[in-house]
DNA sequence: TTGAAAGCGCTAACAC
DNA sequence: GTGTTAGCGCTTTCAA
């Protein structure tokens, strides 16, 4: 039945005993490196495995033993820097501790992450690391209620779930939203727009509570109009753009909550003939090593994607060996470059000159 | 022992089977979505499992079956732009076609290539999609061998698998590379040069031939100087770029075989003054959405790598239907965007006019 | 320290 | 169309 031309994954541990003249228990015991194991028998029974090529079906061992070796992952798109980063910080992590990825995008679709929730929690995953769309779906929430295994959660806060298995990786978005618009108005903006994904999740309402600290601090009167939460993609992003400079009044500086949604901003404004720089200023959170090259000033709120992911890991590393207690949830910092902002020009922005003060116009 | 308050994933085909007082098998046949169950059967079944919170585990149906629904990734490295739509495109083909996707890093090294193609092996993976670090490594080709499910090639060729059922996604990076390069010397430019990737793959050996093609075309002697074959980073490609500059007779233009490489060739220029546009012009294969923002011209190659990903998964998806005959590889264009590179500027290249020789100017 | 035997949860063969 | 039975390849008692 099975062909001894053809080596690798058909050979079984019942195989390897015959060969090697031992119980299957032992070859078990040898592969799962259990201590009482003599070193004759190791050495017997490895040589007989070599011989044969036998390599442990890791199917039949998890189904057996309860334990995949496996972290489900799903996050909004792989394909974007953010979520590429915090996996490849994550599985170099895992992968050294003896785990595999599943990895699923949910395409921005709280219906998906459920989904992907329940279709990991089939495939027997020993955790799960989630960057969920919605904080409240109630589907969702369920899945996430029905679970067994362990969870991390990336920058998300679900205060119903504290009691079981779930922690989390937060990042610090409040501080450095805060320092950017805190600067924006010190260098003289008095309006001042805020694009960021929508208030379901944590970033957005941290970057917004970082907005609104600044300008109470700043005694700057917030202007509910220049609050633009709702996506992440860089479509919102020029759209918020274009609809806040067509308004009166608009803004003269402009904080982008990710890269996606700045790079949408500053092609909206590169469309109507503004110039960051000009008298109009913008800050983004996240960086990516294309930013570095644009030659107009913009300002930078950096946090190490990277460190987040293996952050993650170990929580989840962590959280796998039994017997832990729930580790409390991680912090990231956020961290704002300073003097990056340009001031903003009195008169139309899109011309220089006339540095007089005051309210402006476009 | 197994506790009814906790739901999912303890619950077994036995107890469904006992609930709705049907066999074991019929409550299989019903979730497999046999054909032959009666109505009233599927009916019975799906409300006993819908009353006990039935999910199918889906380890014990892949040992049993011998297909587990999965998909082995590897690449370089997720993060990457490149491999963040490759994957997404080839994740969501697959989701929709009932698999999932185990991923992990080669981190740019080949022994992590073959030790992730026997690992997803044990894991019992239905097939493979890979972009191996190199297409010659014995290692690496003698895990390829052993292995018995179907694997996709992305940009890599290895003649002796092609009995196998191995298969290929295969950009034509020659005719991009081609075209800049023609482009390159029509307006002007004599000495011109190409960073990519190393020759280990087929990618860099693509656009070094169409690099070739195009000085033979155009009677352009080659120098050998010019050509900088190795690696993928950021970090390569500024070094390169300031060792070209350093020379003698520094070139002109140059082509860059990836974002990251370009990224890196851009920064070198900028470090020693040099920009883009004013006598030296830059290529460079691959885009991202930032690379619009980018004030000084830069020609680009595109292609589509998120379909690059579905093709892969496309051709994954004939290869698992059983029966199937090998398909052949597919082939994705690459395409030059003309007109966006700039003449040479005779004399010091960092300084401007003096438009004598040359074909234009800019 | 090692062996024998049971069984993880499912599906596939074969009966009926 | 449905039930019975065996067993995927492994680990894990339990006994020796």
Redesign the interface.
């Known amino acids: 039945m099975s062909d001894p031309r053809?080596?690798?994954?058909?050979v079984t541990v019942k195989q390897v005993a015959e060969a090697a003249g031992v119980a299957t228990s032992s070859v078990s015991r040898v592969f799962a490196r259990h201590p009482d194991t003599s070193k004759r028998m190791r050495a017997r029974v490895l040589e007989a495995a070599n011989k044969l090529?036998y390599?442990?079906?890791?199917?039949?061992r998890?189904?057996r033993s309860g334990r995949?070796a496996?972290i489900g992952?799903v996050v909004r798109?792989?394909?974007?820097?953010l979520?590429?980063?915090i996996?490849?910080g994550a599985?170099?992590k895992l992968?050294r501790a003896g785990y595999?990825?599943?990895?699923?995008?949910s395409?921005g679709d709280a219906d998906l992450d459920t989904a992907h929730i329940?279709?990991?929690?089939?495939?027997?995953v020993d955790g799960l690391i989630l960057s969920l769309e919605s904080e409240s779906n109630p589907s969702t929430l369920r899945a996430l209620g029905?679970?067994?295994v362990p969870v991390v959660l990336l920058d998300r806060e679900i205060p119903s779930l504290q009691q079981q298995r779930v922690t989390a990786v937060l990042c610090d978005h409040r501080t450095g939203a805060r320092d950017a618009v805190s600067e924006m108005i010190a260098v003289g903006h008095r309006r001042i727009a805020l694009i960021t994904g929508p208030e379901t999740i944590r970033p957005s309402r941290e970057r917004l509570a970082g907005y609104l600290e600044a300008h109470r601090s700043g005694s700057l009167p917030v202007v509910d109009e220049f609050i633009r939460l709702g996506s992440h993609s860089?479509r919102f992003g020029r759209r918020q753009t274009l609809d806040l400079l067509g308004g009166a009044e608009p803004p003269t500086a402009l904080l982008a909550g990710g890269?996606?949604l700045g790079?949408g901003a500053?092609?909206a404004l590169?469309e109507v003939g503004l110039v960051p720089g000009s008298g109009f200023s913008v800050a983004v959170s996240d960086v990516?090593?294309?930013?570095?090259?644009?030659?107009?000033p913009l300002a930078v709120i950096r946090r190490d994607r990277?460190r987040m992911g293996e952050a993650a890991a170990g929580l989840m590393l962590t959280m796998l060996k039994d017997g832990a207690s729930l580790p409390e949830p991680v912090s990231v910092p956020t961290v704002y470059s300073p003097g990056q902002l340009v001031a903003p020009v009195p008169g139309n922005v899109t011309t220089v000159d006339d540095p007089r003060e005051g309210v402006n116009s476009q």
Chains 1, 2 share one sequence.
Do not use: M, W, Y
């Not at 053809?6 to 058909?10: E, K, W």
């Not at 798109?77 to 820097?81: A, G, N, Q």
């Not at 329940?118 to 027997?124: A, E, S, T, V």
């Open positions: 053809l080596p690798s994954s058909r090529g390599e442990p079906d890791l199917l039949a998890g189904l995949t496996t992952f798109d792989i394909s974007s820097p979520f590429g980063d996996v490849k599985e170099v992968r595999s990825i599943l990895l699923a995008n395409d329940r279709l990991f929690n089939r495939r027997r029905d679970l067994r860089e890269v996606q790079i500053l092609n590169s990516i090593p294309a930013l570095s090259l644009l030659s107009h990277h």
